[in-house]
């Protein structure tokens, strides 16, 4: 899944490419990806490409003066950017993984597309963001949230930290795959309880947070969006990684599964050398 790096990334790319470009039109395949109707879709059709930018994992693509095309790649989703277009036909419904089309004025242009056969991207054509339900349960951004306000944040909600750290009415930008590596930098349980955690290790925890994820932006920007997905393969310590040696200490990185998604954490860095035992309703480490 698209995290706030790649996001970032995405955004950055969009402003070196597309920026300055006029919409051609916008062709919709997987018409249940449009999430909005007013204003219709075919009000960008002329209107230049003015900015892009990112509110959590929402990338944000500015059109004209007062309209945003704004859009969540959910689990699969990824945008393909694309110099031209081989031919002026339109998509047809249900075009393979393409959920949505964007063509430029100089047939360049790209597409948000969707891998596997549950369809969760989405996309909004509005005059403000915030108008977007997602956006506007946002939590304080991942990368500019002060140390205080991060703990505040943590603590109003009790529960194990990987699943309040990913919750983006919380905070907004970390999903699955940068929780892992936050909480393997941390050197704390994916399960420690929020309201455990004393303020050392929440300190931790917060600079882990903007390190981990500063990193990742530093090696993401610049990036073409086709090898935004392997650059942050290769940046990972511990998701993903199961069976793999720990890079810090050299344990073998573990993995506990659930119903549609794992998390990976290293014992002796996390859990005092203790592995969690992998099914969902375990007494858990703490």
């Keep these: 899944m698209p995290e706030l790096p790649e996001v970032e990334a995405l955004a950055a790319f969009l402003r070196e490419r597309a920026v300055g ?21 075919t009000g960008a059709a002329g209107q230049p490409i003015t900015g892009a930018s990112r509110h959590g994992k929402f990338l944000d693509i500015h059109v004209g003066d007062d309209l945003h095309l704004v859009v969540h790649l959910a689990r699969a989703g990824w945008l393909h950017y694309r110099d031209g277009f ?31 056969t549950k369809k969760s991207l989405a996309a ?46 919380i905070l907004a930008g970390v999903g699955n795959a940068y929780s892992d590596e936050i909480l393997h930098a941390a050197k704390l349980s994916p399960f420690a309880l929020t309201n455990k955690i004393a303020d050392d290790a929440m300190g931790r925890l917060h600079a882990a947070m903007r ?39 050299g344990d073998t990185v573990r993995e506990v599964s659930f119903a549609d998604t794992s998390l990976q954490y290293c014992p002796t860095c996390q859990t005092n050398g203790k592995p969690l035992a992998d099914r969902r309703l375990s007494k858990l480490v703490r």
């Design 124 to 169: 909004y054509f509005v005059t403000d963001p915030r108008l977007v339900p997602g956006v506007s349960r946002l939590g304080p951004d991942a990368l500019s949230v002060s140390e205080d306000e991060f703990a505040a944040a943590i603590r109003s909600r009790n529960g194990q930290i990987k699943g309040v750290l990913t919750d983006q009415t």
């Design 211 to 249: 390190t981990v994820l500063a990193d990742a932006v530093t090696r993401s920007v610049g990036q073409k969006a086709a090898t935004l997905k392997s650059e942050k393969r290769s940046g990972l310590a511990v998701h993903a990684r199961t069976g793999l040696p720990c890079p810090v200490c």
């Design 86 to 116: 081989n031919a002026k036909t339109p998509l047809k419904p249900g075009s393979g993984p393409i959920a949505l089309r964007v063509r430029l004025d100089d047939d360049s242009g790209f597409d948000l597309t969707e891998a596997g």
């Design 21 to 41: 470009h006029t919409v051609e039109r916008i062709e919709v395949s997987a018409i249940s990806a449009l999430k909005t109707f007013d204003p219709p879709i």
